[in-house]
């Protein structure tokens, strides 16, 4: 009996499920392996975020289907942070639309909005989700290499007219998840007069712009003069308030968009659990401090790791934002075959920058999810097997 589709044959197994073989085997063997892999915070909430869930979860009618847009306060508190940290005035009604996590939302968004071959422009090395919509809703990916010469942006002048011809959206990720590069406003200016240019909806995806350091504050497409009209920004708290697991994001900007977003997810699920959206509502809306200190956290590990690499010879930018380093691999090493040689040898979990696309060969990415104590003793692993400035003795 065939069990699966045409569609799902032609997507291989995800390289974390292999990931995650390996490091079972090593420690069925009762190896030590340090996750740098997965960028999934390790601290948790502030405390009222969980008493707010706490409270929520206690009441015996919260546990019921609740509105496919949520709570207005929910929104209302999606607006007030729009406007607190971007001065971006947003409407909650039409322009913000509560999402379980962004990852759900930007999947979705593809399949509502694009026809089978319809052009996607996406960025390489990127998320792989912009990538798999794309091949879901039959769509043609064309992919927008992003080099260190450019410092990690798409030369969106050199897309060839023929696939502009037929494109429909632009993916937009920054700070960037793998390559952790960050962007000013001026660029944002450029891609939304590009989007309106060749008539693209452009997708933002601002998962990490709270995750910031060393003063640098990340900005939102929508405070582009008029990027309403051609943008939908997504956001999370998985990473910007440790909720990862929780499942809880918003997408917001351009009403049309957002409509058909809405439609599909109507079809699509039943909706979010209450106590979690009033979880997320306080969230939103509470004392943010915590978020500053928090980043203080992860600066320090950030630096314990660049000085790390740099003193084993790898020449890894400094980020000022997300929560990962996109490290080169030494020479005459592949992505892949440098990550399972630390894998196997040091039992220090990383990801191949293969797997974001073929810009992402030659390099890794290092998460810094974990406590100072087991990033210092992974950098100690790894040195022993880069040993200092050149080569490597594996």
């Not at 509502?281 to 203080?296: F, I």
Request: proline share 7%.
């Amino acid at each position: 009996m065939k069990t699966n589709s045409e569609r799902m044959r032609s997507f291989p197994d995800h390289f974390f499920v292999e990931l995650n073989s390996r490091i079972q085997e090593l420690k069925a063997r009762d190896k030590d392996v340090i996750r740098l892999d997965i960028g999934s915070p390790d601290l948790p909430p502030a405390p009222e975020i969980i008493e707010a869930l706490n409270r929520s979860a206690a009441h015996p009618d919260h546990h019921g289907y609740q509105p496919y847009r949520g709570p207005q306060e929910l929104r209302e508190a999606w607006a007030g942070m729009y406007q607190r940290l971007y001065q971006v005035k947003l409407d909650p009604d039409s322009e913000i639309l509560p999402l379980m996590g962004s990852k759900e939302g930007i999947f979705n968004l593809v399949m509502a909005s694009i026809d089978p071959g319809e052009v996607v422009l996406i960025p390489d090395p990127g998320y792989f989700t912009y990538d798999r919509a794309t091949r879901f809703a039959g769509g043609k990916p064309v992919y927008l290499p992003l080099l260190p010469d450019n410092n990690f942006l798409p030369e969106l002048g050199n897309i060839p007219e023929h696939h502009l011809k037929r494109a429909k959206m632009l993916w937009l990720n920054y700070p960037n998840n793998p390559t952790a590069a960050t962007v000013n406003l001026d660029f944002f200016r450029r891609a939304v007069a590009f989007a309106r240019q060749h008539d693209l909806l452009v997708c933002h995806d601002a998962a990490y712009t709270q995750v910031t350091y060393d003063g640098y504050q990340a900005p939102s497409i929508l405070q582009v003069a008029g990027a309403i009209d051609v943008a939908v920004e997504f956001n999370t708290l998985s990473k910007s308030h440790n909720m990862a697991g929780w499942r809880t994001g918003g997408a917001v900007g351009n009403s049309s968009a957002l409509q058909s977003l809405y439609t599909l997810k109507t079809n699509v699920d039943s909706g979010q659990f209450l106590p979690i959206m009033e979880a997320a509502t306080a969230a939103l809306t509470g004392d943010q401090g915590w978020l500053s200190d928090r980043n203080g956290i992860y600066q320090q590990r950030r630096d314990l790791v660049i000085e790390a690499l740099h003193g084993a010879g790898l020449n890894a930018r400094l980020p000022q934002g997300s929560l990962y380093i996109w490290c080169p691999v030494p020479a005459g090493w592949s992505s892949e075959s440098f990550t399972f040689a630390l894998l196997d040898q040091a039992h220090i979990s990383l990801t191949p920058g293969s797997i974001f696309g073929e810009h992402g060969e030659g390099f890794v990415r290092i998460s810094f999810t974990a406590p100072l104590e087991r990033l210092e003793e992974a950098m100690q692993r790894m040195i022993q097997v880069v040993p200092a400035p050149g080569g490597i003795k594996i």
